[in-house]
Each structure stands twice: as C-alpha cells, then as structure tokens.
Nanobody
Framework: QVQLVESGGGLVQPGGSLRLSCTASISLFSINVMRWYRQAPGKEREFVASITKGGVTNYVDFVKGRFTISKDNAKNTMYLQMNSLKPEDTAVYYC??????????WGQGTQVTVSS
C-alpha cells in the first residue's frame, strides 16, 4: 500500500501564500502522475494541478499563474506553492498518486482556510 502524507495547510489572509507538501512512501519514480485535488464544504472534489513522472505539469484554469506544482524526487515529496490566495480557495486539499491507470492512492487531506 502506498501512503501519502500531506502537510502545510493552515489559515492565511487573502493575498497570502502557503506551500503544501505530499510525501510518498515509495519512490516518485514508481508514480506515473501526482495530482492535487480540493474539496470545499458542500461541493464535489475538484482537480487542481498535476505533475507527471517526467515533470510535465497541468493546472485548472482558476489557479493558473497563482499555484505552482513541483516535486523533489530525492525527498519523495510533491509540493503545491499557492500564492495570491483567495477566499474561494478555502478547501481541504488532497494529494493523489497514480501508479497506473487503475491504481490511485489518496492522502488524508489538509485544510486550507483563506480568510481575513
């Protein structure tokens, strides 16, 4: 079983920044793609960003230019740098790792609250 441990959430004012981390229990070379999702109260879980084994990134439109996904293979860790945060970014953020098309693993989630 692949374990994903997330950290870095918290309370931040609008316009502020947070960096989320997701550390995997296996080498990132064994993971084809890693993704960040988020879920706000009363809403469905939604895709935020992804990064492939080769470093190709993708973002949902509403975070482009504000969020940056990256990874450190030596630390088995993926990051989401979130800048210019807005209240509508408030959600539980989840790490997802896919080792193949059918096999995905989820982290426990970390709360991000953007409020003045």
């Amino acid at each position: 079983q692949v374990q994903l441990v997330e950290s870095g959430g918290g309370l931040v004012q609008p316009g502020g920044s947070l960096r989320l981390s997701c550390t995997a229990s296996i080498s990132l070379f064994s993971i084809n793609v890693m993704r960040w999702y988020r879920q706000a109260p009363g809403k469905e879980r939604e895709f935020v960003a992804s990064i492939t084994k080769g470093g190709v990134t993708n973002y949902v439109d509403f975070v482009k230019g504000r969020f940056t996904i990256s990874k450190d293979n030596a630390k088995n860790t993926m990051y989401l740098q979130m800048n210019s945060l807005k209240p509508e970014d408030t959600a539980v953020y989840y790490c997802n790792a896919g080792t193949d098309f059918f096999t995905h693993f989820w982290g426990q989630g970390t709360q991000v609250t953007v409020s003045s």
